[in-house]
């Protein structure tokens, strides 16, 4: 048995990092990566947090929960001009078959 401590290249940490963002989860990039929480929790908080722009809000927390609240917003925002286009776009060319 080896006590070789695994080497990983600074792209692999920066990779590592924007998965435990992307997922908003140290222990989701871990079992992903195969690499121990440990490693991946001292690399994210080396590179400014999961959340760099705020500092780290931990989920279920009010500040957490108010940020997903404008997210989630923007997004159904977002859904629904898209929705709106698309009925006109509808409408149109329907409305060119008759």
């Known amino acids: 048995m080896s006590n070789k401590a695994n080497v990983y290249t ?9 998965l435990a963002r992307s997922r908003n989860s140290i222990q989701q990039a871990s079992q992903v990566l195969g690499v121990s929480k440990s490693a991946i929790y001292r690399w994210v908080q080396q ?13 279920g927390t009010q500040e957490a929960l108010v940020q997903e609240n404008k997210q989630l917003k923007k997004e159904l925002a977002k859904l629904q001009e898209e ?5 006109k776009f509808v409408k ?4 060119e078959l008759r």
């Open 47 to 59: 590179a400014g947090g999961l959340n760099p722009n705020n500092p780290d809000p931990q989920p």
């Open 83 to 87: 929705q709106t286009i698309l009925k």
């Open 92 to 95: 149109y060319f329907t409305k």
């Open 10 to 18: 600074e792209e692999f940490k920066s990779e590592a990092v924007s």
